[in-house]
């Protein structure tokens, strides 16, 4: 029953922006710590930014601090990724996963996944 359904990816120029947006349904939110994961080509997965269920504290890959803001609407049930300045190294399937804990963990802990959305940064 649960579900989560990412949106935004597109290709966009180096320098450029994007939002990404995940609609989470069948849970209450709420109570659950959400984030942003990206894969690409080539690569492991890897944790890119994450919100808590409990303070709505923060986390950001080092590769994106600065550049990346994530946010959460807990009465829309859904959780965005605001990504400026984008680089090529950005390229990637981004995933929105979930679970029910209150702190952010790796991919491996996560208990739910969106099916994910493709963002490329290239001329």
């Known amino acids: 029953q649960v579900q989560l359904v990412e949106s935004g990816g597109d290709l966009v120029q180096p320098g450029g922006s994007l939002r990404l947006s995940c609609k989470a349904s069948?849970?209450?939110?709420?109570?659950?710590?959400i984030g942003w994961y990206r894969q690409a080509p080539g690569k492991e997965r890897e944790r890119v930014s994450c919100?808590?269920?409990?303070?709505?504290?923060?986390n950001y890959a080092d590769s994106v601090k600065g550049r990346f803001t994530i946010s959460r609407d807990n009465a829309k049930n859904t959780v965005s990724l605001q990504m400026n300045s984008l680089k090529p190294e950005d390229t990637a399937v981004y995933y929105c996963?979930?679970?029910?804990?209150?702190?952010?963990?790796?991919?491996?802990?996560?208990?739910?996944w969106g099916k994910g959305t493709l963002v490329t940064v290239s001329s």
């Open positions: 069948g849970f209450t939110l709420a109570l659950y710590t």
């Open positions: 919100i808590s269920n409990e303070s709505g504290k923060t």
């Open positions: 996963a979930t679970a029910l804990r209150a702190q952010c963990v790796s991919w491996g802990g996560m208990d739910y």
